[in-house]
């Protein structure tokens, strides 16, 4: 009996000491606002609205279709002033943070953009970086934006120009995620082992 209890506590060992599975969701697609800016680039829009989405992102009804696109929040191409970027997890998650890339934010002289996490406020993207100027940001979500995505399973970034009358710019929208619940090829293991375990310990009854 000595060798399956060895074997159990081997495994559950093992199990515990498994790293938490790391994930990224991206809304968007890297390509430089459509045009090819490289990360802290200069866009090279200089106020004029331009479109530089592909059919894609057109489409698409998560946050993709903001992306690619100058003005992002309204005024131009049928765009509405408020905008959801919406990521859906495959489960429950430990921690999450957010990373943005934006470009053209004056908040200093139109006014800032408001934000909200899964409906509740969270503040302003109030960034008074230049014409043209791009910036990739990353914001790590509290405990309370953590608990309510895994009671729902989805995070909804909310954009709402309110008074602002900034014309702004996204590439893209990422979330990297961490969860407690072990990748499939952990869990795997971890099943083989157990079935393994039950074998020993039936072989050693039916002696």
Do not use: C, H
């Amino acid at each position: 009996m000595r060798k399956p209890l060895v074997l159990l506590t081997t495994i559950l060992l093992f199990t515990a000491a498994i790293p938490a599975f790391a994930g990224t969701l991206l809304v968007g697609d890297k390509d430089g606002f459509g045009v090819g800016v490289p990360p802290g680039g200069l866009l090279p829009f200089n106020g004029i609205f331009t479109d530089a989405r592909d059919a894609a992102e057109m489409a698409a009804t998560n946050g993709a279709q903001i992306t690619d696109v100058y003005d992002a929040l309204g005024y131009a191409f049928g765009l509405p002033t408020m905008n959801d970027v919406i990521f859906n997890l495959p489960g429950p998650i430990t921690s999450a943070t957010l990373t943005v890339n934006m470009g053209d934010f004056q908040s200093d002289v139109f006014g800032p953009i408001n934000i909200s996490y899964n409906g509740v406020s969270a503040g302003q993207w109030n960034y008074a970086d230049g014409l043209n100027v791009t910036a990739i940001r990353s914001y790590v979500l509290d405990a309370a934006t953590v608990d309510s995505i895994n009671m729902t399973g989805v995070f909804d970034l909310g954009l709402d120009r309110g008074s602002s009358t900034d014309y702004v710019a996204f590439d893209y929208f990422q979330l990297d995620y961490t969860s407690a619940v072990p990748e499939p090829g952990s869990l795997l293991l971890l099943g083989s082992g157990i079935v393994g375990v039950a074998r020993m310990i039936r072989r050693k009854r039916s002696f």
